[in-house]
């Protein structure tokens, strides 16, 4: 199982970015997806998480400006960033918990990360 994230660059406070995260391999069925996030010198929090039926939660400090949002399908994750602030600026990962088989317990598998970096 792979996750692949894209989408991360430099922007400016205030401006919008927006993150995917696809994942691929042997999947049987994933049961939620979601973001982390990691800045310099501190430890790694969690963003956000959307299930298989769509219910989203926040972390507190993004609760109106980011979205996350989900292609099924696709076995796609989204993390729309608007209102971006310095305090933004991190590594962010795409996190999934998924089954490769039916009789296979949920596992947590990670992306590689990508950088959001807001600065004027």
């Known amino acids: 199982v792979q996750l692949v994230e894209s989408g991360g660059g430099l922007v400016q406070p205030g401006g919008s970015l927006r993150l995917s995260c696809a994942a691929s391999?042997?999947?049987?069925?994933?049961?939620?997806m979601g973001w982390y996030r990691q800045a310099p010198g501190k430890q790694r929090e969690w963003v956000a998480t959307?299930?298989?039926?769509?219910?989203?939660t926040y972390v507190g400090s993004v609760k109106g400006r980011f979205t996350i949002s989900r292609d099924n399908a696709k076995n796609t994750v989204y993390l729309q960033m608007n209102s971006l602030k310095p305090e933004d600026t991190a590594a962010y990962y795409c996190?999934?918990?998924?089954?490769?088989?039916?009789?296979?317990?949920?596992?947590?598998?990670w992306g590689q990360g990508t950088q959001v970096t807001v600065s004027s």
């Open positions: 391999g042997r999947i049987f069925r994933i049961n939620y």
């Open positions: 996190n999934a918990g998924l089954r490769i088989t039916s009789w296979d317990s949920v596992r947590d598998y």
């Open positions: 959307i299930t298989s039926g769509g219910r989203t």
